[in-house]
């Protein structure tokens, strides 16, 4: 499995970047690195959901991902696994507000399966660049939202 860990702090409270991140689906392309669309498939919000996920990945692959969210604690934990797709592993968000700020953790421990696996070591640099991206793609986007921007968040 490849691990991927990306730290960053967005100055904004921690169910500011909550939202946006999990709450929000129909916004998450505006931020998230190669997310065409995002939509619940199964439940509502909290534990059991089912999200999917269409992306446009590095070297024109497309793909669709399903994740589950096994954990669930507002503003302080959210995880899940894959459960369809080209990806097999777990994902997870931490957040931890500090004057006013929130540090947040994205930790995914992942293997590349069907077709994708064939592409290997360029698709994990490539996607690794892509959740940093994102991670800065989102503070800029609550950060804005908090000073009154246009962003939803």
């Keep these: 499995m490849t691990r991927i860990r990306e730290e960053i702090t967005i100055r904004a409270p921690a169910a500011a970047v909550w939202r946006a991140v999990h709450v929000d689906l129909e916004n998450v392309p505006r931020w998230a690195g190669y997310l065409r669309r995002a939509e619940s498939v199964q439940g509502r919000p909290g534990p059991n959901w089912r999200v999917r996920y269409d992306l446009d990945l590095p070297g024109g692959f497309a793909a669709s991902l399903t994740m589950l969210h096994?954990?669930?604690?507002?503003?302080?934990?959210?995880?899940?696994?894959?459960?369809?797709?080209?990806?097999?592993?777990?994902?997870?968000?931490?957040?931890?507000?500090?004057?006013?700020?929130?540090?947040?953790?994205?930790?995914?421990?992942?293997?590349?399966?069907?077709?994708?696996?064939?592409?290997?070591?360029?698709?994990?640099?490539?996607?690794?660049?892509?959740?940093?991206?994102?991670?800065?793609?989102?503070?800029?986007?609550?950060?804005?939202?908090?000073?009154?921007?246009?962003?939803?968040?």
């Design 70 to 153: 096994t954990d669930w604690e507002p503003y302080r934990r959210c995880a899940g696994r894959f459960v369809e797709g080209p990806v097999q592993g777990d994902w997870s968000y931490t957040y931890e507000e500090r004057q006013g700020a929130t540090h947040l953790v994205y930790e995914m421990n992942y293997q590349l399966g069907g077709l994708l696996r064939f592409a290997g070591g360029m698709m994990r640099s490539r996607y690794a660049d892509g959740i940093r991206q994102g991670m800065a793609a989102l503070k800029q986007y609550v950060e804005s939202a908090q000073a009154g921007g246009e962003a939803k968040g």
